[in-house]
């Protein structure tokens, strides 16, 4: 069984009827739902994740103590650890006493500042340049399975994307790394006979290729351990994961170093057309650089646009 699965049924079985009997006066405010860090929140559990961290077990938010008052969250957390502590043939674990952060009981701006830094989730361009992505998305994933006031999923809301601006800062970026080390200095270490060195410019290129494909794609890059997994979903170049894959997983060998010299220019043509499709880019040639910062320059907020071309790349 999948975790947001075997969550939303504790939920519906036993959360859900508690909050109601136990806590109507309260319940309006309440959200709850499966959010946030593991496997599960993205629907990538399978029988390997059942090793750590995985039971029947969901998130109650709360609103700030002007609504909430830390009596009846204390009331709360202790009717929470008193739900059953087996369902479906997995166990809840016991090892933090009011549910710890991935489950149980916690107030909603605690939440996002973990994710984002923000309460509230309206973050400066500086926030959404710096914050993790792989933060972000996990501050929109999941499940939201009851939301009584709304507070809860406006923030989510506001978190769903990057703005439009920002997509393009970091965009112009990674499209940068694209070009200086996998047009640039690939072959440059090759030719020097590094490949070690080569290899690594072959990861950076791969890795920057695959958040520009996210971002084409208007989508959060998860953490890494998921982001092949997450690129083969996409719409967009996700048939790109093989031959990403391959950069990564061959040697540098004279001939598959000419293959894969190759591959990285069709890839970065590939790029450049969609960058033109979506006029993002004024220059016309084959080098990914000259398309970096012509992404840039279509930055209309002047401050955003001066800062480094780098400034939104982790």
């Known amino acids: 069984m999948k975790g947001l699965t075997l969550a939303r049924e504790f939920y519906e079985a036993y959360g859900e009827p508690m909050l109601k009997e136990d806590f109507p006066e309260v319940l309006p405010y309440l959200a709850a739902g499966l959010v946030g860090s593991g496997s599960e929140c993205f629907g990538y559990d399978d029988e390997i994740s059942f090793d750590h961290d995985f039971e029947p077990g969901f998130c109650i938010f709360l609103p700030g103590e002007d609504v909430v008052d830390e009596k009846t969250a204390f009331r709360l957390k202790r009717a929470y650890t008193h739900l059953p502590e087996e369902f479906e043939g997995f166990r809840r674990s016991r090892l933090n006493p009011v549910g710890g952060m991935r489950h149980g009981v916690l107030r909603m701006h605690d939440f996002y500042i973990m994710k984002c830094g923000s309460a509230d989730g309206v973050l400066t361009n500086g926030q959404w340049l710096l914050t993790p992505e792989y933060a972000l998305l996990e501050a929109v994933n999941g499940e939201v399975f009851y939301d009584g006031s709304g507070a809860f999923s406006t923030i989510r809301e506001r978190l769903s994307y990057y703005p439009a601006e920002i997509r393009i800062k970091k965009l112009a970026g990674y499209l940068l790394n694209m070009a200086q080390s996998g047009q640039y200095n690939y ?8 490949r070690a060195a080569a290899q690594l410019a072959v990861h950076a290129f791969t890795d920057a290729a695959m958040h520009v494909i996210f971002l084409l794609n208007e989508r959060y890059m998860p953490y890494y351990k998921w982001s092949f997994r997450a690129l083969r979903e996409l719409p967009l170049f996700g048939n790109l994961a093989e031959s990403l894959e ?69």
């Open 246 to 314: 391959f950069l990564i997983s061959s040697d540098n060998g004279e001939k598959t170093a000419r293959v894969k010299t190759e591959m990285i220019e069709d890839i970065c043509a590939l790029i450049i057309k969609r960058l033109k499709e979506e006029q993002l880019s004024d220059a016309t040639c084959a080098d990914m650089e000259k398309h970096a910062y012509s992404v840039n320059d279509h930055i209309r907020d002047g401050m955003l646009r001066n800062q480094h071309i780098l400034s939104g790349v982790s």
């Open 187 to 194: 072959p440059r270490l090759i030719k020097r006979e590094d």
